[in-house]
């Protein structure tokens, strides 16, 4: 006998899902940019330590801040090239990875090693554990 939470729970993993289509009365998308400010900001040392370590800091009230660029966050287009322009990180994002990928040009196969080049096999290179720290390897330098 199925207990009333088993009764709740049952679906059928396999069953087809029917696309649903937009209700004619949503709302379009908002296609509007998300503008962000590349800034310069004079800062003490001590802050400038707290900054690198945390990745942010609080300023004082009233500080300038220089702005270096006006660009949208999801497009990376700057504000006087697209502030007219709905968003195009938001319709379609192939300008971010080099432009349509069947069009672009193919990479270029590597050289090959000269007829009488002879390929040497080196040593094998610990990259985790104690050794590897001791050894530099995954160790930042100095």
Not at 24 to 36: I, T
Not at 40 to 55: C, L, P, Q, T, Y
Not at 72 to 92: G, N, Q, S, T, W
Request: hydrophobic share 35%; with cysteine; proline share 11%.
């Amino acid at each position: 006998m199925p207990t009333p939470v088993l009764d709740q729970l049952e679906f059928n993993l396999f069953a087809p899902v029917e696309p649903t289509a937009p209700e004619p009365d949503d709302e379009p998308e908002d296609l509007s940019h998300s503008w962000v400010v590349a800034a310069e900001i004079s800062v003490k040392e001590r802050i400038a330590k707290i900054a690198d370590f945390r990745g942010s800091f609080t300023t004082d009230g009233g500080t300038r801040v220089d702005a270096l660029e006006v660009y949208c966050r999801a497009c990376r287009r700057p504000y006087e090239d697209v502030a007219d322009i709905d968003c195009e990180a938001l319709i379609d994002n192939r300008h971010l990875i080099g432009g349509d990928q069947s069009v672009r040009a193919k990479r270029k196969a590597p050289a090959a090693p000269p007829p009488n080049a002879t390929i040497i096999p080196g040593g094998r290179i610990q990259r985790r554990g104690l050794n590897a720290y001791v050894a530099g390897v995954s160790r930042p330098p100095r």
